[in-house]
Structures are given as C-alpha cells and as structure tokens.
C-alpha cells in the first residue's frame, strides 16, 4: 500500500503521517501549505506542495507515486469564517473532495478514508450522540462536511471504493510539542490565549441544563485519533473492508466546559477564576459521542483523558509562543 494524505501537513494530518510511518505504512502528503508546516512531517515522508483543487496534480501524484489509498483531511475548518464565505468553504471543501474523488477512480484506487466531523450532527438533544442520530448541521462547516460524507458513499458506490467516514469531535492535545495544534480557534488553546494575555478564561453561559450549569463536549486526544486512523486504513485492507463505513471518534465521556478550565488553571499552574459572560448562539449544552460502533468495527477505543491532552498542549503552546 503507499497511502497519500491530504492536508498531511496540518494539526491532525501530521499526527496521522507520524503515527502510519511509525507502523510501517508507506505514506507520501500532499499540501498546500495555506495552514500546514513541513517541519511537522518525518523526514522521510515525501511532501507534494498543492492543491487538493489541483485534478491535473492530483492524477499525476496518484500515477508517479503508485497510489493505492488515500486519507483526506485537507479542508477548510473554521466555523465563523464558514458562515461569512460559504461559497469558499463548499468550493474548497465539496469541490476539493469533488476533485480529489475523480483522480481517485481515474487511478483505481479502492480504498478512501474522509475527515469528517461532529459537527454533522448539529446539536441534537440526546445523551450520547449514535451514527444514526439525524444529522442537522447548523453551519455551512458542518454542511460541507456532511455533503462530503455523501459524496464519499456515493463515489465508493459508483466505482467501487471501499470507504470510511471518520466522524472526529472535539480533538485536543499532542504527540509531542513541535506538532502541536497552533491555532487558537479551539477552547484549550484559546484558554493558553487568555492566561498568556494575563486574562482569566471566559465561559459563555454558566445556565445551562448540565450539572455545573457549563456546555458539555466529548474531547479526544489527536494521539488517539491518529491511531483511529491507523486502524481505519487497516479496515480499509483487510477482509472487512468493502463498502462503507462512518463512525464516530470520541471517549464517550462528557467533560463540563467548566471542568476543562480547571484542568488548564491545574497543569499551567494559573487557576484563575474564569469570568462567565452571555451564552454563543448555537452552543448545544451537551454533544458526546457514543464510542460504540468504533470499538466494534475498529477494534479502537481511545486511551488518553483530558489531563493528558491539557499537559501535551501545554508544551506544544509553550514551544510555539514562547509562554
Ligand atoms: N481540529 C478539529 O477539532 C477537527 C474536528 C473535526 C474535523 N476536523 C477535520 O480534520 C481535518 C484536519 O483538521 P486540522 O485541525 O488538522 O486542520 P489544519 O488546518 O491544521 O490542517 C488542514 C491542512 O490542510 C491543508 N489544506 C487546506 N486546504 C487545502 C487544499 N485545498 N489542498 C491541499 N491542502 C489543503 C492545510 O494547509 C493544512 O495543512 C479537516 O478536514 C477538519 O475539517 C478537525
């Protein structure tokens, strides 16, 4: 198998590039550099500076590198910004899978593994959150991602790709600092923000319908979902792999946004009280993965808490802003 990653040079990708090399996968990236850093891959992990927009590249790279399996992650991933430029974010999104999936069935490549997100499912009223939950996203995000899921199924339908569909949720953490997440659109980061601005974290809405009264997430280790990764494309290999699949990756564990904060003030040594200011429209008080289906299918289940993931982050924040 040679497997190419799309977006392989992002937060996510290079955890995933890092965790199929250690396990023997032969992996090459493509990127185009617009969020991602070479220095996140292994040195010898060949790195294809372009677009997943790029068909004419994409046909090339499948062909000269003998691709047999493709990963992508490459996307656009801001809520807010999806809002304000949906028509970038289908383009990029829908038309750069749309793109990636030609090349795909042009070369005969049989095996296909989506990023897909949570946020397909908007913010449904349920204690734990199953793959048949009704999808609603309630952003052009989340829509992009779940038209990108049809897309997949129907493209694996049509020229006969085995495919799965990783449903991530909310991915914190680390392997080692230098491949840290360095954006601050995220709450562990943004919490580092504050603290390092000499602020106190914000809470927006301490009224919610959850025990402490704070939004309940489900958070995994992006160790972990690299690992998920690693035995999806396994899946993709072995004798169950035909037709598709879409799972959820979480811990099946509900953490208070309240609780999380506590950690931080823990490991960072700065427990501030948080302020509470006016609830975010659209915040759903709880969405927490049922992890069932990716035990059974997958055979993965995620290893690593939260303090795990706020000690890792940590360090990668200290290496990337100096503390
Ligand atoms: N971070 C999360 O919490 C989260 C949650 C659910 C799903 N996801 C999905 O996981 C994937 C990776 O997210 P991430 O957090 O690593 O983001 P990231 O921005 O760090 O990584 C995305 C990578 O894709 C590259 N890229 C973007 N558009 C491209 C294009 N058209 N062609 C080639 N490369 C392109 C960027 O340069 C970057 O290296 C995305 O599809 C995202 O939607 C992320």
Not at 155 to 174: E, K, M, P, Q
Not at 286 to 313: H, I, P
Request: glycine content about 10%; overall charge negative.
């Amino acid at each position: 198998m040679t497997w190419l990653i799309t977006g392989g040079a992002g937060y996510i990708g290079a955890h995933v590039a890092r965790a199929m090399t250690d396990a023997g996968e032969r992996v090459l990236v493509l990127d185009d550099l617009s969020a991602g850093f070479p220095a996140r891959l292994p040195a010898d992990v060949p790195l294809v500076e372009g677009s997943a927009l790029d068909g004419d590249l994409l046909k090339r790279v499948c062909a000269e590198h003998a691709v047999t399996g493709v990963v992508h992650l490459a996307a656009r991933k801001q809520v807010g910004e999806s809002v304000a430029q949906p028509t970038r974010y289908y383009r990029e999104n829908v038309g750069g899978l749309a793109t990636l999936l030609e090349a795909v069935a042009e070369a005969g490549i049989k095996r296909f593994l989506f990023s897909s997100s949570a946020a397909v499912y908007g913010n449904p009223d349920v204690d734990l959150i199953t793959e048949d939950t009704p999808c609603a996203p309630v952003n052009p995000y989340g829509e992009t991602k779940l038209t990108g899921e049809w897309l997949v199924r129907a493209a694996g339908r049509a020229h006969d790709i085995s495919t799965v569909c990783l449903r991530y949720f909310n991915v914190a953490g680390a392997a080692a600092p230098e491949l840290a997440d360095t954006g601050v659109f995220n709450i562990v980061p943004m919490v580092f923000d504050r603290l390092t601005r000499d602020e106190a974290p914000r809470i927006f809405g301490d009224d919610y319908p959850t025990p402490d009264g704070t939004c309940i997430r489900d958070y995994i280790h992006v160790a972990d979902l690299a690992e998920a990764h690693l035995a999806a494309a396994r899946r993709l290999t072995g004798a169950d792999a035909s037709g598709d699949l879409t799972v959820n990756i979480g811990r099946g564990e509900g953490v208070s946004v309240r609780e999380l904060i506590t950690v931080i003030g823990e490991v960072t040594g700065d427990g501030r009280p948080a302020v509470v200011e006016a609830r975010r429209p659209g915040d759903a008080p709880r969405a927490v993965a049922s992890a069932a289906l990716a035990a059974e299918k997958l055979g993965w289940t995620a290893s690593r808490g939260v303090r795990d993931m706020v000690e890792s982050a940590w360090q990668g924040w200290l290496l990337h802003h100096g503390g």
